[in-house]
């Protein structure tokens, strides 16, 4: 995965953390629907900083990104 495609996804989930941030109320969750917000918003955040970070290369080594030719060439 090239770092172009590393930056659409990490922007494009920072996105999704965003917009799901702003349907949060500024106070604990009390309800199921509050709490799945809150998880959309930690995983979409986890998500960008993998894509983002890209510790240890994980995202090239588990999905095999790397090497795989364009067919476009």
Not at 17 to 24: D, F, P, S
Not at 39 to 60: C, E, K, R, S
């Amino acid at each position: 995965m090239d770092s172009r495609q590393r930056t659409v996804l990490t922007l494009l989930w920072l996105a999704v953390a965003i917009v799901m941030a702003t349907t949060l109320e500024p106070a604990i969750p009390t309800t199921l629907g509050d709490g799945a917000r809150v998880a959309v918003v930690v995983l979409a955040l986890f998500l960008a900083g993998l894509y983002g970070l890209g510790p240890g290369n994980v995202i090239t080594r588990t999905h095999g990104f790397e090497g795989i030719e364009d067919e476009r060439e």
